[in-house]
């Protein structure tokens, strides 16, 4: 199991950094690396765990999804791992 676990781990990394960045040494690949951490689990979502990050709280379950209000705040734009992802947020 760990190894399965090792393996998508690697190919996740592959897939949404590696393939998408040049790197130039070791420097930054350490650096890109960590970013990529960073980002994976504290603000990815992911599936399994009802799309919430792994580091963060779950969301409160919604009690009646016919009278969920529509967001009326201003959505923000930030880049991630050194603009290669974009994130969207509401803003406070």
């Not at 760990?2 to 990394?13: A, I, P, S, Y």
């Not at 009690?63 to 803003?91: C, F, M, T, W």
Request: charged residues 25%; aromatic residues 6%; hydrophobic residues 40%.
């Amino acid at each position: 199991m760990d190894e399965v676990f090792g393996k998508r781990r690697v190919q996740t990394c592959r897939r949404e950094l590696l393939d998408r960045t040049l790197i130039w040494n070791q420097r930054h690949l350490l650096h890109a690396l960590r970013e990529f951490e960073q980002f994976y689990n504290g603000h990815r979502p992911h599936q399994g765990i009802a799309n919430a990050a792994p580091l963060l709280p779950l969301p409160a379950p919604i009690a009646d999804p016919d009278i969920i209000p529509l967001p009326s705040a201003r959505i923000e734009h930030r880049k991630a791992v050194a603009g290669l992802i974009n994130q969207y947020h509401r803003a406070s």
